[in-house]
């Protein structure tokens, strides 16, 4: 069960305001609090909304999930590929899992892409209600998108964490393949395949074809027991409708 530490969200807020020298009443008026407040969040005594939370971040420049973890965790080293391939502000995700215990279902969840200082923060939401469900962010170069994300509320009882990598080497600006590793309800890890793309399609049988593991990549399981997936395929828009 993850345990969020109240005072440790506070800490790394406080540091995060004295490293850059502002007061609590300036930080207070930039996100539309009175300095009290701050302190309290400061303290650990209340936690900011999600609102608050990200004009927080934006003002003292800090990763969101380091708020909820350890100094260690989450830190980007490599900030030169933090960075938006895509040119957008969202994506779309599309794979297929279990509706319920036995029938496969299509999913589609709803990428946020927000520049930050020093990285680019991913949000993962649901297609229909638009509530957050992940929070984390991507790297990427020239050949491929990495993004990992977690729990988006830091208080919530089952850890959820999921990665996503799709190969970008062909361009961005088609249906990209990739893979997505995650745990199911009971935390069993599945590696799955996943699509993405810029443009909101609907999520059709053709897609959901594309979502199969190969009789190649089956054969290759079962002569050296790893799944090298082949995500290096991109499929134009000529036979998708758009949502």
């Known amino acids: 069960m993850v345990t969020f530490n109240s005072a440790q969200f506070g800490n790394t807020l406080k540091a995060a305001r004295l490293k850059k020298e502002l007061s609590l009443e300036y930080v207070g008026r930039k996100v539309g609090k009175n300095s009290t ?9 209340i936690i900011p909304d999600a609102e608050i939370l990200s004009k927080l971040c934006t003002l003292l420049d800090i990763y969101t999930g380091n708020l909820y973890s350890s100094p260690t965790t989450n830190i980007i080293i490599n900030l030169e590929n933090s960075k938006n391939p895509f040119q957008v502000d969202k994506l779309y995700l599309y794979y297929k899992g279990y509706v ?21 923060e991913v949000r993962i939401s649901d297609y229909k209600t638009r509530k957050t469900i992940l929070i984390g962010s991507m790297l990427a170069d020239d050949n491929i998108v990495s993004i990992r ?9 089952r850890l959820e964490t999921n990665q996503i990598i799709v190969n ?5 600006n088609g249906i990209i393949l990739g893979t997505m590793l ?18 909101d399609l609907i999520f059709t049988d053709t897609m959901l074809a594309m979502l199969t593991v190969s009789a190649e990549e089956r054969a290759n399981i079962q002569k050296d027991d790893i799944w090298l997936v082949d995500i290096e395929q991109i499929q134009n828009y000529e036979y998708q409708g758009e949502a």
């Open 37 to 45: 407040t701050i302190g309290r969040y400061e303290k650990g005594e």
């Open 100 to 120: 319920g215990k036995k029938k496969i279902g299509k999913f589609k969840f709803v990428l946020d892409l927000i520049e930050n200082k020093d990285y680019l």
């Open 149 to 157: 994300t977690e729990n988006y509320k830091p208080n919530c009882p």
């Open 168 to 172: 970008i080497s062909e361009g961005t």
């Open 182 to 199: 995650c745990t199911n309800g009971n935390y069993i890890p599945n590696v799955k395949k996943c699509l993405l793309s810029k443009k």
